[in-house]
């Protein structure tokens, strides 16, 4: 039986985190009412004219870089043509003969171990409008609020061979332009797309096979399913005599199946020519260095340093630099407070659960480093017991309180009068006489139950190092 193996390409489209438009002053703003971002620029008026984003060009420079390619200081753009409602111009403005980065490349891990994905180029472009098809009344509207937002395209070489390792690659980009702050690369409001490229070949075949584009791909799992179901589209179509066509093909998740949208366009389809309204873009070495001195520290060396300067071990770094949020309050907190693994022990745990049970993503948390740092300083003076600063982060975690002030004011400090709680451990020990004798009879178990007894009598605010001393010597007089 034959063996046959899939190879894929992904062209990446990032929406970029610029407060304007790449060619014109309207708001990239997500979720405006229909067409109101827009310009005569970007719904394409007659004698309006194009001016460019420096911003722009500053991420894709970061990216590139970030992604160990070369960055062309002196790069142009061309005009792109094509019909579609959702282009109001009639082409788009990209780039194709001179792109701002090229030859680069990511690490990934896989199943194998480590594997690079090159990357053939980074270019800059606008993104088009958007159709919204009306099923009700049988029509489709344009809104072009998104027309004219920046893009960077990344294209791939045909690197990857399952979609697992389009998944790992697609999270260590979506990684490092979170970092770089270029973009939030949110998959579901379409600031991070990507578009599969796909042939199938026998297992050790020199040639590609014939390749189809997957579109409609707006989460990592239906991108998983598309390339799994494509793949055994083509080896079915192979198998029976019958020739993969290439073709654009729209994954219809929901159903599971793909379906042709359109034939594959070459290049030469578009017409493409140098854009006549804008000059070629000219990066001196003094903007690149200024961009190089500006890139953050990025995952791979945050990880490193976490393990050796914090002395966390690597399952705790891993998941702290998963997301710039997470490493980014676990780096301030310390600084505060100076007790890394504290301050991991209270992100991974209560923090995780938190985000879990309220559906959220880390990006989405709204509390203060400082408040944190002030209830972890609660527990680590006996100000609080752990339980109760477990219902504390509740609130941080919920409304950004001031744990101080909070637990003043809900009367939540831990007691030390050993008075009072000698006072407590009696009476439950008078209530409990069976636990008491069960005790001296050598069962063990009595103890957990008189101290958990005692905590409840207290209302959870006796000091148990104390409630477990004071009750050790009252048991055994």
Not at 411 to 430: F, H, P, Y
């Amino acid at each position: 039986m034959k063996q046959y193996e899939t190879v894929i390409g992904l062209e990446v489209h990032v929406e970029l985190a610029t407060k304007t438009k790449i060619f014109c002053s309207c708001s990239t703003q997500f979720g405006g009412a229909p067409n109101t971002h827009t310009c005569p620029v970007c719904t394409g008026m007659p004698g309006s004219l194009p001016v460019l984003n420096k911003q722009v060009v500053e991420y894709a420079m970061a990216v590139g870089l970030a992604t160990n390619c070369t960055i062309n200081q002196f790069c142009k753009f061309d005009r792109k043509n094509y019909f579609y409602p959702d282009n109001p111009q009639n082409y788009q403005i990209s780039q194709l003969y001179l792109p701002i980065c090229v030859d680069g490349g990511v690490e990934i891990e896989t199943a194998a171990g480590k594997k690079t994905v090159r990357i053939h180029e980074i270019h800059m472009e606008e993104d088009a409008g958007k159709l919204i098809h009306d099923e009700w009344d049988d029509c489709s509207l344009v809104d072009f609020n998104r027309s004219g937002v920046p893009l960077i395209e990344i294209v791939s070489e045909p690197d990857m061979r399952s979609a697992d390792e389009v998944i790992a690659y697609l999270e260590k980009l979506r990684m490092i332009i979170q970092y770089l702050g270029a973009s939030d690369c949110k998959l579901q409001e379409g600031s991070m797309r990507a578009d599969i490229n796909i042939s199938v070949r026998e297992v050790g075949a020199e040639k590609f096979g014939t390749r189809t584009e997957m579109k409609n791909l707006n989460s990592f799992r239906a991108i998983a399913r598309a390339i799994e179901g494509e793949t055994e589209r083509q080896i079915d179509l192979i198998e029976s005599g019958q020739p993969v066509i290439q073709e654009t093909r729209r994954w219809d998740d929901n159903k599971e199946y793909s379906y042709a949208m359109r034939s594959k366009e070459d290049a030469q389809d578009y017409r493409y020519f140098p854009d006549p309204d804008l000059v070629p873009v000219v990066i001196s070495d003094e903007w690149l260095n200024e961009v190089k001195r500006r890139q953050p520290e990025l995952r791979d060396e945050k990880l490193a340093r976490y393990k050796e300067e914090f002395g966390l071990p690597a399952y705790d770094a891993d998941i702290l630099t998963g997301t710039k949020k997470l490493a980014d309050i676990f780096e301030a907190t310390t600084a505060i407070c100076g007790k890394p693994k504290k301050v991991s022990n209270w992100l991974m745990v209560e923090t995780m659960r938190l985000l879990k049970e309220n559906n959220m993503e880390p990006d989405e948390i709204r509390f203060a480093p400082e408040n944190l740092a002030k209830l972890i300083e609660l527990v680590e003076t006996g100000t609080i017991n752990g339980n109760v600063a477990k219902k504390v982060f509740e609130e941080v975690f919920a409304n950004d309180i001031d744990p101080e002030k909070y637990v003043e004011e809900k009367g939540l400090k831990m007691s030390n009068d050993t008075d009072e709680i000698k006072e407590i451990i009696l009476k439950v020990m008078a209530d409990n006489p069976q636990s008491v004798a069960d005790y001296h009879a050598g069962k063990t178990k009595a103890m957990g139950f008189l101290v958990g007894q005692t905590m409840r009598a207290a209302k959870g605010k006796a000091n148990p190092g104390i409630v477990n001393q004071l009750l050790t010597e009252l048991l055994n007089q």
